[in-house]
T-cell receptor, first 111, second 114 residues
Framework: DAKTTQPTSMDCAEGRAANLPCNHS???????VYWYRQIHSQGPQYIIH???NNETNEMASLIITEDRKSSTLILPHATLRDTAVYYC????????????FGQGTELSVKP | EAQVTQNPRYLITVTGKKLTVTCSQN?????MSWYRQDPGLGLRQIYY???????DKGDVPEGYKVSRKEKRNFPLILESPSPNQTSLYFC?????????????FGEGSWLTVV
């Protein structure tokens, strides 16, 4: 079973920041939070991951709460090409390294 | 360029006709795995491999075989395909198992069994 809870869908205006929330209240100490996205039926694309600290890369920022029970993915300036399903996933060695994908959030970026 | 390459990308086959979906990665990754994606069920892991000659079942291994004779290749074998194996398949690889390693996915292989 997926260990994360995400809203089913969200809208965002082009050029604005998209903030995608994720709850992972049962996360254990050695599990990372990963974010992937899938555009149509293409292969899932890695966005970012983190353990405890906030992370930023060229695509996005990841904000993890201090208790690690939730996180937020931030796309600072969403474009139409960011329209996709976004998956928040927790993973660690105890699960054989697999990613357990939930249903994700369908983000629609609108002009 | 770092890549996970799957072939074929699209295939229609008949029930019972053995087929192989190849997967190759050029990143010298130790860990590779196969997923299938079905509407309403999300992505589910079929098999994974920790290294050469080391493979293990994932969540939905029935009807599939894999092999890992070389580090870069991890083919998925359907010995006797059935219509319930019609699905979108993804191969994935990473440097190691979990623990913060980035997992890279191939572009997918659409398989239809009639």
């Amino acid at each position: 079973d997926a260990k994360t809870t995400q809203p089913t869908s969200m809208d965002c205006a082009e050029g604005r920041a998209a903030n995608l929330p994720c709850n992972h209240s049962t996360i254990s100490g050695n599990e990372y939070v990963y974010w992937y996205r899938q555009i149509h039926s293409q292969g899932p694309q890695y966005i970012i991951h983190g353990l405890k600290n906030n992370e930023t890369n060229e695509m996005a920022s990841l904000i993890i709460t201090e208790d690690r029970k939730s996180s937020t993915l931030i796309l600072p300036h969403a474009t139409l090409r960011d329209t996709a399903v976004y998956y928040c996933i927790v993973s660690g060695t105890l699960q054989g390294g697999k990613l357990i994908f939930g249903q994700g959030t369908e983000l629609s970026v609108k002009p | 360029e770092a890549q996970v390459t799957q072939n074929p990308r699209y295939l229609i086959t008949v029930t019972g006709k053995k087929l192989t979906v190849t997967c190759s990665q050029n990143m010298n990754h130790e860990y590779m795995s196969w997923y299938r994606q079905d509407p309403g069920l999300g992505l589910r892991q079929i098999y994974y491999s920790m290294n050469v000659e080391v493979t293990d079942k994932g969540d939905v291994p029935e009807g599939y075989k894999v092999s890992r004779k070389e580090k870069r290749n991890f083919p998925l074998i359907l010995e006797s395909p059935s219509p319930n194996q019609t699905s979108l398949y993804f191969c994935a690889s990473s440097l190691g198992r979990g623990d913060g390693n980035t997992i890279y996915f191939g572009e997918g292989s659409w398989l239809t069994v009639v």
